[in-house]
């Protein structure tokens, strides 16, 4: 799959100017890639801090030796060394969650694809260090080959345990009650299914662990702060989606990979494993009160494709104020998306929609709780992509999906399996091949630069005052500048909206203010606020008149 991708981004590369190339790793984060590298792991698979205060930092492989790392440094012995064949029928640790009690019980969970072709969950009591007292807690589910066992494991805020198992390699039962396949199951910490699992049918033929059903691969889960809500990262050969899940719920695979009828849960995010490209009708271009609707040529994919706040670039309408690089804000039809142009009312058409490549497998995901980064981190969803992407949606305050962008753009390493919060507030990435890379923000963030800070403007006369960005904005940002104060004697004459871009973002663009002629000597104040679309600061300056009367 690698290799088919790879030729289709050189192909790619040529046919789109500098500026469509794939998302950089964002400018406000420091990206350290060389942190630490454990030459002796290449088939790594989670990671996690023990949530102990011991600054541990736990990291499971494949082929069953789970390491530990204090300080930078691997701890000579394995906390755990189970034994697996590697080869195409996949054996070996996929998902590790510690117990919420851990601190007491010290217990540490995985859940493992058995010789055999069988899927098990145990557990290991940390004892100094070292795991010992090895615990079966659920056994015999029919595991797959290649990489469609699943994997995720995790507690919830009720204090039970969350496993995905994945479709197991095509036997389609991911609907089949009496499958465990394609499904999320819910069961106590020794194992046992709790009567009130919605599919429970006790003596019946149901699996009564089910919780919820219709995924392909689950790899990730994790529950959402606050919600109580299960975020689950399913891969499928066509499809790679994020889904925000409740009890019952159906995801709708195999039957329905793309849109969905009413009754199955939609994902919350979704992208292919390759480029994606959508046309425009001749007049599909209309922008209104400041939003712009794009009407798509009949296809496969209808517009609920670009979910909520996934970012499109608009290219070659012939009308080029609609063209740009935007986060989805609705869907007006099943044919229509809307984005946010802050620009006068125009109807145009022609051009296309394009989403570069976006990765390849929906890996490991975490919620954000920290205080390092900005306060706009708070809460956002971070979620890594075997290609080496992390990716980060951020929420409106109704807490729909507001945007999602790639945020750390490592190809050339790829293999993300897995990111955490360290102890120190900064993000850590782990790589299947060993590699953990760690992230965090620079001193700074975006801003806008404006200059100077304060006018004299002379009566009758007008000032020049310059804008620009401090570095690249991921989709199109809007300045509006609005005056405060002097009696309407200093107003904006010319640059009331300035767009900022990918090109433009670091070329000062001019807002000229004026001061009206007056017949009295007073001399007038007002302050000039230019305000961002995109959540970062505005930036006020003072202005005032130079009277030309003798008082």
Known sequence: MRTIALCLTLALLTAFPAHSQPTETARDLEVDGEWLFLDSIGDATRMAWAPDGSGRLFVSTMSGKVYVVVNRVLQPVPFISESFSQGWNQEGLLGM???????NNHYVYFFAAMPGYTLQIFRYT???????????????????????????LTFGPDGMLYFGVGNLHGYRSEDDLTSAAGKIHRVRPDGTVPTDNPFYDGPGPNVD????????????????????????????????????VSPG???????????????YLAPVYSYIPAYDFNSFTPTGAVRQNGVATFTLQDGYLDSTWYHKGTRVMIRDVVDPSFNGDFHVTGHPSPQSFTVDQPEPDAVSGGGQLMRWFQGEYVMGGMFYEGTRFPASYSGNYLYTDFHGYLH?????????VAAEDIIVNMWSYAGFVDVNEGPDGALYVLAHYGRIVRITPVPGAQALI??????????????TVMVSL????????WVKVTAQGGDGDLSVVDGASLRFTLENWSVPQFVTLGAAQDADAEVDHASFTFTPTKDFPAVTIQARTEEDEVP
């Open 97 to 103: 969650a510690f117990d919420p009690d851990f601190a």
């Open 126 to 152: 940390d004892v100094g260090g070292i795991g010992v007292n090895r615990t079966v807690i659920v056994d015999g589910i029919q595991a797959g080959v290649l990489d469609y066992d699943g994997g995720g």
């Open 209 to 244: 662990s089910i919780w919820a059903q219709g995924f392909c691969n689950l790899y990730g889960l994790v529950f959402q702060p606050g919600t109580g809500r299960l975020w689950a990262n399913a891969s499928s050969p066509e499809n790679l989606q994020i889904f925000s």
């Open 249 to 263: 719920d159906h995801g709708g695979w195999p039957h329905y990979n793309y849109t969905r009828p009413p009754g």
């Open 392 to 400: 980060r949606i951020r929420f409106a305050t109704d807490g729909s």
């Open 450 to 463: 404006v200059s100077p800070s304060d006018v004299v403007i002379p009566e009758g006369e007008t000032r």
């Open 470 to 477: 401090a570095m690249p904005p991921s989709v199109d940002v």
